[in-house]
């Protein structure tokens, strides 16, 4: 997990400690899982292969550009929620890059979520 916002990967990393993230899904099923890493160095996206920015819109330029430089050949770029006009922006921070890349968006968040204990459970709305 990689957050560009001053402190917030520091705050997430300590907030969740050794144990997992927990989510509550609509149905009450909760699923457990824990992040390779919190962090907000943007090398680590030389490890990807695929890449989901589920970050407001105005904030995908600042992602594409940080990442840009680590990212490999092929590494598939989801967004979402997506706007018009998004591989464009792709296009033009990556530069020559952007054609060795698979970009993608959504429309709109497949789902609403909430903290209900911030940086270690949620819940879908």
Same mark, same amino acid.
């Given at each position: 997990?990689?957050?560009?916002?001053?402190?917030?990967?520091?705050?997430?990393?300590?907030?969740?400690?050794?144990?997992?993230?927990?989510?509550?899904?609509?149905?009450?099923? &909760?699923?457990?899982?824990? $992040?390779?890493?919190?962090?907000? /160095?943007?090398?680590? +996206?030389? #490890?990807?292969? =695929?890449?989901?920015?589920?970050?407001?819109?105005?904030?995908?330029?600042?992602?594409?550009?940080?990442?840009?430089?680590?990212?490999?050949?092929?590494? &598939?770029?989801?967004?979402? $929620?997506?706007?018009?006009?998004? /591989?464009?922006?792709? +296009?033009? #921070?990556?530069? =020559?890059?952007?054609?060795?890349?698979?970009?993608?968006?959504?429309?709109?968040?497949?789902?609403?979520?909430?903290?209900?204990?911030?940086?270690?459970?949620?819940?879908?709305?």
């Amino acid at each position: 997990a990689v957050s560009l916002y001053a402190d917030e990967a520091a705050k997430w990393k300590e907030a969740l400690g050794g144990g997992e993230y927990e989510l509550t899904l609509d149905t009450g099923k &909760v699923i457990t899982s824990k $992040p390779d890493d919190i962090t907000n /160095d943007p090398s680590v +996206a030389a #490890k990807a292969d =695929a890449i989901v920015l589920a970050v407001p819109s105005f904030a995908h330029g600042q992602y594409f550009e940080a990442f840009a430089p680590h990212m490999k050949p092929n590494c &598939v770029v989801a967004v979402m $929620p997506a706007r018009s006009g998004g /591989d464009i922006l792709f +296009a033009s #921070k990556l530069g =020559a890059k952007a054609k060795d890349m698979i970009f993608m968006g959504f429309e709109t968040l497949p789902w609403a979520c909430r903290f209900t204990d911030w940086g270690k459970k949620a819940t879908i709305l």
